[in-house]
């Protein structure tokens, strides 16, 4: 985590972010203001639509802004010269569709995201090992991703997103296909990680069950923050943390 002279640095810092489609009419964000704090577990929810899912893909520099900045773990993402380095290193993304190569061994999936980095090859097949046990999957290392459950292969993706150690977890409806067993232990997990690892959430989701598992609810509506959008948790809505 970042400090300044005035104290550690936010995780997300967002100001006065614009995105609109087809020459303007579409407007899918209209003037989002948003902070959150390192180590905090922020959950975005609202209705289809609102604009979350864009949101979290312009934090990942899977998408430019029409207007606006955008800081993540102190890098400016608008002006990023290598968005691809900063989506290995700085930043995990989960997604609903858990997207698993179903040819590749649960380890190789996790292997696969450590291509291109600083970690040594003969070191990457352990360390896949450790992530798969971290998530609770240490037994299914050797499995296909077609022999797992939805909830396990999701948690394979989890353990993917950790592979390079990233400070900030960006998780786009990551329960959204889930059954409710599986939607209990991957919310678990993500409270652990917060915990044990120090690694920041944002989270989208449309169901406000799973949002109540964060520490802070960020409400939108029609490309707005409506709601939840304090710098620290405690500022917006906050809900305990088991």
Same mark, same amino acid.
């Given at each position: ?157 989890? %353990?993917? *997103?950790? &592979?390079? $150690?990233?400070? =900030?977890?960006?998780? +786009?409806?990551?329960?959204? !296909?889930? /059954?409710? #067993? ?26 406000? %069950?799973? *949002?109540? &598992?964060? $520490?802070?609810? =960020?409400?939108?509506? +029609?490309?707005?923050?409506? !709601?939840? /959008?304090? #710098? ?11």
């Amino acid at each position: 985590m970042s400090e300044t002279g005035a104290g550690p640095v936010p995780a997300v810092e967002v100001h006065g972010l614009e995105k609109t489609y087809d020459d303007g009419l579409i407007r899918a964000l209209d003037g989002v203001d948003l902070t959150v704090a390192a180590q905090e577990f922020a959950a975005i929810t609202g209705p289809s639509g609102c604009g979350k899912s864009t949101l979290l893909h312009l934090l990942a520099a899977l998408d430019t802004p029409t207007k606006g900045t955008i800081r993540v773990d102190g890098y400016d993402v608008v002006r990023l010269h290598h968005a691809s380095r900063f989506r290995r290193e700085e930043v995990g993304l989960v997604f609903q569709l858990h997207n698993l190569l179903p040819r590749l061994s649960v380890r190789e999936n996790v292997e696969i995201a450590m291509s291109g980095s600083r970690r040594p090859h003969r070191q990457r097949a352990a360390y896949a090992d450790g992530l798969l046990e971290e998530v609770g999957l240490g037994g299914l290392s050797d499995r296909l991703p077609t022999q797992l459950s939805g909830g396990e292969r999701q948690r394979v993706a989890i %353990a993917r *997103a950790l &592979a390079n $150690d990233p400070p =900030v977890l960006l998780a +786009d409806e990551p329960t959204g !296909s889930l /059954d409710s #067993a599986s939607v209990d232990v991957v919310l678990a997990l993500f409270g652990r990680l917060r915990r044990e690892r120090d690694t920041t959430i944002v989270l989208v989701t449309h169901d406000e %069950a799973v *949002a109540g &598992a964060a $520490d802070r609810i =960020v409400h939108m509506v +029609d490309g707005r923050v409506v !709601s939840g /959008d304090g #710098a620290e948790p405690g500022a917006g809505e906050l809900r305990p943390t088991t």
